[in-house]
């Protein structure tokens, strides 16, 4: 089985996540698409997080109907940092995988890899794809592919933002993800 990686703090997680897995899983032939919620990311404070517990359900009512998609948590069940070099080398105890795992890096994140933990063993160990995020030409000197992707200009930002001011979110992200954060009053929702 071919997987692809696309982790994040999926906080919350919204059709622009959907869209660009769905899209890569078919640009790369890739037969899985493993969505990986960070714990904590060494890179990037997740504001307004209502808790890896809720950021796991909506995430798992997200991928909910398309076969390809699977939750992997390993990250929430290590402690500390969440390391992606940590995850991509747990993989093969739990899945019979065909060649690499795909790993998923949006140009907005290239500058920056550099400075993730072990970024030559990361190339190594998994090949990586470049997809666009924001459409801005990067230089990233370790093998790769780019993704030839739609932009989708959607943020989770926004959409916390949104539901703190009392604005609507639907259409924004998958509508159980929606009626889960209502009923929850995630994100200051009203």
Wanted: a positive charge.
């Amino acid at each position: 089985m071919r997987i692809l990686l696309l982790g994040g703090t999926f906080n919350p997680v919204h059709w622009g996540h959907l869209v660009l897995a769905e899209e890569l899983r078919e640009e790369f032939a890739y037969d899985r698409v493993l969505l990986v919620p960070a714990a904590r990311p060494p890179h990037k404070e997740a504001l307004g997080d209502p808790g890896a517990a809720d950021r796991l359900a909506m995430l798992r009512l997200a991928c909910d109907g398309n076969p390809a998609f699977s939750v992997e948590p390993c990250e929430l069940g290590r402690p500390g940092l969440s390391y992606t070099v940590d995850t991509v080398r747990s993989l093969p105890a739990r899945y019979a995988m065909e060649g690499k795992p795909g790993l998923v890096l949006g140009d907005d994140l290239v500058a920056g890899f550099p400075s993730w933990r072990e970024p030559e063993a990361l190339a190594a160990l998994a090949d990586l794809i470049v997809a666009r995020r924001s459409g801005q030409s990067f230089d990233l000197r370790y093998p790769h592919r780019k993704a030839s992707n739609r932009l989708i200009p959607l943020s989770s930002s926004e959409i916390r933002a949104r539901l703190a001011e009392g604005r609507s979110v639907r259409y924004l992200l998958p509508e159980a993800v929606r009626a889960y954060i209502l009923e929850k009053g995630l994100y200051g929702a009203r």
